[in-house]
């Protein structure tokens, strides 16, 4: 590889990965990505990639070697291989804010010492079980790291079934589950020197996927702003760089609660590709590389829905509408419940 103009190194080739490049592209940026999959989509469309464990210190010498500087697709990225890279070239956002975001317990621990409210939970580490009052549940158990998508919680009805259960070595928080009427999610960028966010997408997971979202949110326009408030302040206290996802529960009283934070672009973003003036990815990749931030304009009501598993067959050969956005992510192999791609549709 002869590297003559400005490359950015990007860690993971998913179907994010594969927007950040696209996007890096319009901005006449190279791309180089680093991932562990042969089944990356990302790689299609980059200038340069390997294909590796994350771990590999010689292929992460010769990444740094031919990058101008990091960045990532998804946060569960091994902290030691962004720390490795850091100490020779910029990673951006920095390893040590992901070591905090990639950590239930450090993520919910950093947000209540800030003032910002979340669910109540517990670390079950130090807390006896049998301690815990029957009014806690119903109660999801979560792993502190390595959930998304469903994946890494159990579900509690009762205090009985919690008991029961024998749980492994794997460190958890438990959460009481919230009585919500809806989440939001509100997808924010920043520079060294400004600071951008979308107005709210109002979202609907089922068994913990997110199956689609619109916006704009149907949540009064003061609401609107104090999400964009508290994620702005979680951005700043953090001295994030690119973008992240702040998703909210929005209580029976109006009261926002913050579920997790991810630190990275956000499947719940999608429709900013077709609905806005700029999308997450582009001030993503605007953020990383300290160009100047576009601020969001909405330019139509839009609906994206994720294509899950098996049913990207039949987006495949559905008609497509002037209105609809079809986007296929190109993976090999189709699993249950795999994001495989996702439709928009615009009003």
């Not at 590889?1 to 190279?30: C, D, E, H, P, Y």
């Not at 910029?90 to 804010?97: H, R």
């Not at 670390?123 to 109660?139: D, E, G, T």
């Not at 990275?264 to 900013?272: A, I, M």
Request: glycine content about 4%; hydrophobic content about 35%; proline content about 2%.
């Amino acid at each position: 590889m002869n590297k003559k103009t400005f490359t950015l190194g990007i860690f993971g080739g998913g179907q994010l990965g594969k927007f950040l490049v696209q996007s890096a592209k319009k901005l006449n940026i190279r791309t180089f990505v680093f991932t562990d999959s042969i089944d990356s989509p990302a790689i299609y469309h980059s200038d340069d990639f390997i294909i590796s464990n994350y771990k590999n210190k010689k292929k992460l010498d010769f990444f740094i070697k031919n990058i101008d500087l990091a960045t990532f697709e998804f946060e569960n990225i091994p902290f030691q291989t962004l720390d490795y890279v850091e100490k020779k070239i910029t990673v951006s956002p920095k390893p040590s804010i992901i070591r905090i975001l990639q950590d239930r317990l450090k993520e919910k621990n950093f947000l209540n010492s800030i003032g910002i409210k979340t669910t109540e939970f517990y670390y079950l580490k130090k807390v006896n079980k049998r301690k815990i009052n029957n009014s806690f549940f119903p109660a999801f158990v979560k792993t502190t790291r390595f959930g998304y998508d469903g994946k890494g919680q159990i579900f509690f009805k009762d205090k009985k079934n919690f008991l029961k259960y024998s749980f492994k070595n794997n460190e958890y928080i438990i959460e009481k589950l919230v009585n919500f009427k809806k989440e939001i999610s509100i997808v924010i960028s920043r520079n060294k020197s400004k600071t951008v966010a979308f107005d709210a997408f109002e979202n609907l997971h089922k068994h913990q996927i997110l199956q689609k979202s619109k916006i704009p949110a149907n949540i009064s326009r003061k609401l609107n702003n104090e999400a964009k408030e508290i994620s702005k302040k979680i951005i700043d206290k953090l001295n994030y760089i690119g973008t992240m996802c702040v998703e909210f529960f929005v209580t029976k009283e109006n009261k926002l609660l913050v579920n997790e934070i991810a630190p990275r672009v956000h499947n719940s973003g999608h429709l900013t590709l077709n609905a806005y003036n700029v999308s997450q990815f582009e001030n993503h990749i605007r953020a990383v590389c300290n160009l100047k931030l576009k601020k969001p304009k909405r330019i139509y009501q839009a609906t994206m829905y994720n294509i899950l598993g098996f049913d990207i067959e039949k987006y495949r050969s559905k008609n497509i509408t002037k209105n609809e956005f079809f986007y296929d992510y190109g993976k090999k192999e189709i699993k249950d419940k795999r994001k495989m791609g996702h439709l928009t549709k615009i009003i």
